[in-house]
């Protein structure tokens, strides 16, 4: 389990949920385009909302908001000190939003894999 960022959390989101709402879309639309075609741009475009998934399923439980960073100089001594404080840790209590992004997760990867079978398999 990795530490992320509230930012980073916020910017994963909104990559991930949107691909989630435009798979379920798609799946009650119909394309006018060949299979293959179709199938070869939504596998490409499904692979940015795969890698924040699995960013969001990794975040782990720990939420940590902006760090502060100071800088102190020691004229005598010849000594740079840094100190970092997090200001603000969210921590979440359900553990199922973990689980829900690795459910989701899988979902997109095998959605990806789907429609790589169908570019192979299916002719023109």
């Given at each position: 389990?990795?530490?992320?960022?509230?930012?980073?959390?916020?910017?994963?989101?909104?990559?991930?949920?949107?691909?989630?709402?435009?798979?379920?879309?798609?799946?009650?639309?119909?394309?006018?385009?060949?299979?293959?075609?179709v199938?070869?741009?939504?596998?490409?475009?499904?692979?940015?909302?795969?890698?924040?998934?699995?960013?969001?399923?990794?975040a782990?439980?720990?939420?940590?908001?902006?760090?502060?960073?100071?800088?102190?100089?020691?004229?005598?001594?010849?000594?740079?000190?840094?100190?970092?404080?997090?200001?603000?840790?969210?921590?979440l209590?359900?553990p199922?939003?973990?689980?829900?992004?690795?459910?989701?997760?899988?979902?997109?990867?095998?959605?990806f894999?789907?429609?790589?079978?169908r570019?192979?398999?299916?002719?023109?």
């Amino acid at each position: 389990m990795s530490e992320v960022s509230i930012i980073e959390l916020i910017v994963y989101a909104l990559i991930g949920y949107p691909a989630i709402i435009f798979l379920v879309a798609s799946t009650f639309h119909e394309s006018s385009g060949t299979a293959s075609k179709v199938s070869v741009v939504k596998a490409i475009w499904i692979i940015v909302p795969i890698i924040a998934m699995y960013m969001l399923a990794s975040a782990g439980a720990q939420i940590n908001g902006p760090t502060e960073t100071t800088l102190n100089y020691n004229v005598t001594a010849n000594l740079l000190t840094s100190n970092s404080t997090v200001t603000e840790t969210i921590t979440l209590v359900n553990p199922v939003w973990i689980t829900l992004h690795w459910l989701l997760f899988t979902v997109l990867v095998l959605y990806f894999m789907w429609n790589m079978l169908r570019l192979f398999t299916q002719r023109e």
